[in-house]
């Protein structure tokens, strides 16, 4: 049978206190021992099931981290106060002085400006490659290279990794592969391809409901120790732990993940289909004119469909600037970084979410100045959505007018 993550995250039972249907929340930053002897062997970290300090852990962390355990298919979890607080402690836990890392050009702005501008300080220097390119992957490991980073699917131009060719490359050179799947949840399941690692940035869809930030890393037993680790785990000595309140809320929303990430989909793939139809240079990865479609099928869990994100290029930034105005104006959505709300979220990239990146090198990997990033929500009503959309291209000359 084939994984079914959302099955997985279903079959979890965890009861309150009082056998509440949901986990009591933890609402304490320490834990009283009942002898001295098990406080040091928590110190030392051989006592499972004691709680130490809510840095390193509490129960509340716990439940999320082993829900998105089940989610991803992997041993465990460690649950973050943000994607960036998850990701830059793996790279740091990861790599030393001297290390090398090889990832993909289309990365998240604040993951590249963090391996371009700030792992060098501590000569950790990294090599930017096209992932769509196994051979110049492969090219770019030196015998200094200790991680391969990517996203499954790319932002935001939504290039889709193939996880399982990257993990053949990976092993056969001893790195580390290092997934972000924040853009699929559900759809596709990297560790179930090869992957190492992998993490999520839980502000988007996980969450889904645009009130907080948080992350997520998700490997073995003993990864997840050493980040953790009291001596030298970069996630316990980053600090930047998720509270207890906060991952409570987190994961009453992911229950929930799996009805929403069907009805982006669906949505998504609706409009892709007509925005390609009218003529826009869209890129959708559910479109047969995306250039890894057969490749995200491949890989795809196929009930929670393409997922939610699909660009648009309308030629150049002020039609961009006027197009998104005028939707917010209709009430087809917001002008707002992030994504995986209810409401459709749209933003220009090179000015916003990857304007990290420099201009000649975002001309290079095709992040033009007119395209649009959407985030689709979970209209009811998705051809009336349309219906509205298209006006509004038709009201600033970027359609000509449907011929009736
Ligand atoms: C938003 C995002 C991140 C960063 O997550 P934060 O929660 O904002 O720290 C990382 N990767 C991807 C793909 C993202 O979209």
């Known amino acids: 049978m084939k994984f079914n993550p959302a099955n997985t995250i279903q079959d979890l039972q965890y009861f309150g206190e009082f056998g509440g249907v949901n986990p009591s929340i933890s609402d304490s930053s320490t834990y009283t021992f009942l002898s001295a002897k098990t406080m040091f062997d928590t110190f030392e970290g051989n006592a499972d099931g004691c709680y130490l300090y809510s840095r390193h852990s509490s129960p509340s962390n716990l439940y999320l981290g082993e829900a998105l355990a089940a989610m991803e298919g992997t041993e465990t979890a460690n649950v973050s106060a943000s994607g960036m607080g998850a990701i830059t402690p793996v790279l740091l836990q990861l790599c030393k002085s001297g290390d090398h890392i090889v990832s993909s050009r289309t990365i998240y702005g604040g993951t590249y400006a963090f391996l371009k501008n700030f792992t060098p300080r ?3 220097e990294t090599t930017f490659v ?4 196994l051979d110049a992957v492969e090219a770019a490991i030196t015998p200094n290279t200790k991680v391969l980073y990517c996203e499954s699917v790319s932002n935001p131009l939504l290039e889709v990794a193939d996880i399982e060719s990257l993990s053949k490359i990976a092993k056969k050179h001893g790195l580390k592969l290092v997934v972000d799947n924040t853009f699929s949840p559900l759809s596709i399941a990297p560790a179930k391809l090869g992957a190492d690692i992998v993490i999520h940035s839980l502000t988007k869809f996980i969450n889904g409901s645009s009130d907080t930030v948080g992350g997520v890393v998700c490997g073995t037993q003993d990864f997840i120790n050493q980040l953790r680790n009291v001596n030298d785990g970069a996630s316990m000595l980053l600090g930047s732990t998720m509270d207890s309140l906060r991952s409570a809320s987190v994961l009453k929303n992911l229950r929930t993940l799996h009805i929403r990430m069907k009805q982006h989909s669906h949505n998504a793939m609706y409009l892709a289909k007509k925005f390609e139809a009218d ?3 869209t890129v959708y990865p559910g479109l047969e004119s995306h250039p890894s479609h057969e490749l995200f099928k ?9 997922g939610g994100m699909l660009t648009i290029d309308v030629g150049d930034i002020d039609t961009a600037n ?8 209709r009430n087809l959505g917001y002008l707002a970084v992030s994504l995986g709300f209810y409401k459709t979220l749209f933003s220009a990239p090179g000015t916003s979410t990857s304007s990290e990146i420099p201009e000649d090198e975002q001309l290079e990997m095709g992040l033009t100045d007119g395209l649009i990033r959407f985030s689709i929500g979970l209209d009811n009503d998705i051809q009336r959505t349309y219906q509205i959309m298209r006006q509004c ?3 600033l000359k970027i359609l000509e007018p449907a011929m009736v």
């Open 393 to 395: 291209m038709e009201d």
């Open 322 to 329: 006027q197009l998104m105005e005028l939707m917010q104006e």
């Open 130 to 133: 096209d992932i769509t390119k």
């Open 279 to 281: 003529g826009l240079k």
């Open 298 to 306: 491949n890989m795809m869990n196929f009930e929670y469909g393409f």
């Open 122 to 124: 501590f000569h950790i």
